[in-house]
């Protein structure tokens, strides 16, 4: 080991003999749910008829999670700690069912699951069984914060339980074949950002079993001392714990528990002290043991022990195999069951006495349901933040700039249950008056110079994605609230830890014990449209496409067309429960168009018709201009203008969309307008001209049930982009102002042959300003500086 641990008390071998004990009971109850349908106890001899047809699940990660799992029992029962526990191998679900079912908490969430010789039968059969439970740690689980289908998660969620918890102790098992992928890799720089005075601790507990499905893992084959230098250039102290002897490894396991917690103590009782202090060296765990262990040795002659091939079922033909079905019995009865179970099924009074009690119990503590611990924010009123608009249009100002200010007094009033995450792009996004406040969080070296750096800090920020998304949802899923603002293009990297979100939500509103979760908020910026110094790479809007497809009653998306629409919709996202609110702003001067009472029903509504922009009133419009998004809602007021001075006859209606799923049937979404709204609004016949600010396709996806959808023309992003002026970029996709106009000739009935003249205009308009651009660098000031003229006589209306 790392260092030396003869200062702790030694397991006396009554105690040793318990934890074994604990521990050979949690692998039999391991080992039943992946094979048993009946006989749960062995009390006759095992018959094919006794083992599921469908064996799934994965035994070698879990007799070393078995062994953590008992550990930390003794350690929270001894020191009356405030712990939990996330899985990274989350595959090894049966492990961690099994030690919630030994504490009481399973059969306490579900009753028909008892604690005795039928609700152990019941637990075996409903594992990875039809209508039973996953194979995985997933929200069934009590305890669990973690879905265990995906890899690389766990110790950034671990950070973010730890984050303002200052009593809790968050151990995080860290899977050798998880610590190759990239957000874990990552997640080892969170000691930086671990405040010791005011969060909690993370102990992780890096388990080199040595193999992953099919190969050797990195980790387990580098040389020791590099392993030991790579975790101490992330800041921790690590130490050993390796073997094969269970006497052995549970002795110093043990010993190294105590140490590790000791060092904890200490760390945060000089943090608490009131003096100054450093970045501390975290306590960690290095645990190497055979995969698969107490397992079968060798599988017809094959070594399984110690291999890749016990990473999932090693007997896998028990049913048809007579010498399998043999040796999973002995493998059963090596446990010795008899001696861990009463008559009753019921566990012997002897382990009953070991776990903790009440919510000391990892798998009962309130803080892994958090909402059970949820308290609501304090909002200020967003009302005074927002902009006076004494015209449509004016004044100007960026969006995310006016919401600066609100989410700094969010911070200041809620100072120990929210925090603003972003990958260094909080200040770009122009959300830099948090900084008044606060500072950013950072318990690394700092240099004179250094912009707002702090130990306390409620800003994290670190150039990665994956950690801000893995932080949050941490800090969610212990019961309290936060926001992620990313630039629009890069919020990708997160999409598949978004998916594990969404199903987390999804799953949980099915399970009656889990309480709703704040909400996850992403604010997106610095978006496709303005890209003036970073191009083609930083130009996508596929995030939104990509979270419509969760289910409809987790997701939302929001594109405010104006500073006091998103001040609106943030205040609405911040007091929501249990969904992902996707709001997308852009951070540029604008113009705006609502007052903020206008702003406040029109996020209501979701949609609406802008009376002032249209021009049918009292009669059906020859068209309708759509709209969704700040940059499509300027380019389509301007060729409404254009349409009025020109067309002035014409009929137009203006319609804006700031809830994206308000276009939905109200059958497909809880936001959704029914058919005959729709209709009334957008019409049951006459063209739609649609400027949307993502990828077209999506508006034809949420409507194509519509009556009118055959009417529906759509302009949006189509993979044109490059490092250009605003104008010139909305041209290269085709959603300038000008093709606006061109659409609603090309697509009113009758109305080509008459506007031919006008359509030319637009065309040679369209390559003028384009030619300015390529001139002067900059767009030509007629397009740039346009603003909006209210209409004012009456006969056009």
């Known amino acids: 080991m790392d260092t030396a641990l003869d200062a702790h008390r030694p397991l006396a071998d009554d105690e040793l003999r318990r934890l074994d004990a604990y521990w050979r009971a949690a692998n039999y109850l391991t080992v039943g749910q992946i094979y048993l349908l009946g006989n749960p106890l062995l009390r006759e001899p095992l018959t094919p008829e006794d083992i599921k047809p469908r064996l799934l699940g994965h035994w070698g990660t879990s007799p070393g999670l078995n062994l953590i799992y008992a550990h930390l029992n003794r350690v929270i029962v001894e020191r009356d700690l405030n712990a939990m526990l996330i899985t990274g191998p989350g595959h090894g679900g049966p492990a961690i069912v099994a030690n919630t079912w030994l504490e009481g908490t399973w059969s306490e969430r579900y009753h028909d699951v008892a604690y005795d010789e039928a609700g152990m039968a019941r637990l075996f059969r409903q594992f990875s069984f039809p209508g039973g439970i996953p194979s995985h740690v997933a929200a069934d689980v009590p305890g669990s914060i973690h879905e265990g289908g995906e890899l690389g998660y766990a110790l950034s ?36 950002f671990l405040n010791p005075a005011r969060d909690g601790a993370v102990l992780p507990i890096l388990h080199l079993n040595g193999y992953k499905i099919a190969n050797p893992t990195v980790l387990s084959r580098i040389p020791e001392e590099d392993l030991l230098a790579l975790l101490r250039g992330s800041g921790y102290q690590p130490y050993v714990v390796a073997g094969d002897d269970p006497a052995v490894v549970h002795r110093t396991l043990a010993a190294t528990m105590d140490q590790a917690l000791d060092e904890i103590a200490a760390i945060q009782r000089q943090a608490r002290s009131g003096g100054a202090f450093e970045r501390p060296r975290w306590p960690m765990i290095i645990l190497r043991t055979p995969k698969g262990w107490t397992g079968p040795s060798e599988v017809d002659g094959i070594q399984v022990e110690g291999t890749y091939r016990a990473h999932q079922v090693p007997l896998s033909q028990v049913r048809d195999n007579p010498a399998h079905l043999a040796e999973l019995e002995r493998w059963l009865r090596s446990y010795r069951p008899e001696e861990l179970f009463d008559a009753t099924g019921a566990p012997v009074d002897e382990l009953r006495a070991l776990p903790p009690r009440g919510d000391r119990r990892m798998s009962a503590n309130p803080v892994t349901n958090g909402g059970l611990v949820l308290r609501d924010l304090t909002l200020p009123d967003f009302r005074p933040y927002g902009v006076e608009v004494d015209e449509p249009g004016a004044p100007m100002a960026g969006a995310t700039g006016v919401l600066g200010p609100w989410i700094r007094d969010v911070i200041a009033a809620n100072p120990e249950t ?54 949050l949802e941490g800090y969610l899923l212990t019961g309290r609230h936060g926001v992620f603002t990313s630039y ?87 007091r929501s429960r249990h969904y992902i609110n996707v709001v997308v702003a852009g951070k540029q001067q604008a113009p705006n168009w609502l007052t903020l009472d206008e702003a406040i029903q029109h996020t209501r509504r979701g949609l609406g018709i802008w009376e002032w922009a249209s021009s049918d009133s009292g009669s059906v419009p020859d068209v309708v201009l759509a709209c969704c998004g700040d940059v499509p809602t300027l380019e389509t007021l301007a060729a409404a203008e254009l349409l009025r001075q020109h067309l002035p006859e014409l009929k137009v209606r203006l319609v804006n969309v700031v809830d994206l799923m308000r276009l939905q049937p109200d059958t497909e979404h809880p936001h959704g307008l029914p058919d005959n709204e729709f209709d009334t609004i957008f019409t049951a016949d006459r063209p739609i001209i649609f400027a949307y600010h993502g990828y077209p396709w999506l508006i034809h996806r949420l409507t194509y049930r519509r009556t009118n959808h055959d009417n529906l023309h759509v302009r949006g992003y189509k993979e044109e982009g490059t490092t250009t002026t605003p104008f010139d970029m909305v041209m290269l996709n085709d959603l300038d102002r000008f093709h606006l106009v061109i659409d609603v000739i090309d697509r009113v009935p009758g109305l080509a042959a008459r506007a031919a003249h006008l359509r030319q205009r637009m065309v040679d308009a369209r390559q003028s300003a384009r030619d300015y651009t390529r001139e002067h660098g900059e767009d030509d000031p007629q397009v740039a500086e346009w603003r909006w003229v209210r209409e004012t006589d009456p006969t056009n209306r």
């Open 157 to 192: 969620h671990a950070y973010g339980a730890a984050f303002d918890n200052p009593d809790l102790v968050v151990a995080c098992v860290v899977g050798d074949g998880e610590a190759e992928t990239g957000p874990l890799a990552g997640s080892w720089l969170s000691s930086a």
């Open 418 to 471: 929210f925090r603003l995450f972003g990958p260094d792009e909080v200040a770009s996004n122009r959300l830099g008056a948090a900084f008044e406040v606060t500072d950013r969080a950072w318990m690394a070296g700092t240099l004179p110079g250094d912009d707002h750096l702090s130990p306390d800090g409620r800003v994290m920020e670190v150039l990665s994605e994956h950690l801000c998304q893995g932080w």
């Open 488 to 574: 629009e293009a890069f919020i990708h990297i997160v999409d598949s830890m978004l998916n594990q979100h969404a199903k987390w939500l999804k799953v949980t509103r099915a399970i009656p014990w889990r309480q709703p979760l704040a909400s996850l908020n992403y604010l997106l910026s610095s978006h496709v449209w303005r890209q003036d110094h970073n191009g083609f790479s930083h130009q996508d809007p596929g995030f939104i496409d990509h979270v419509v497809n969760k289910k409809a009653e987790v997701v939302r998306v929001y594109l405010p067309p104006d500073a006091n629409t998103l001040l609106a919709t943030m205040d609405h996202c911040l």
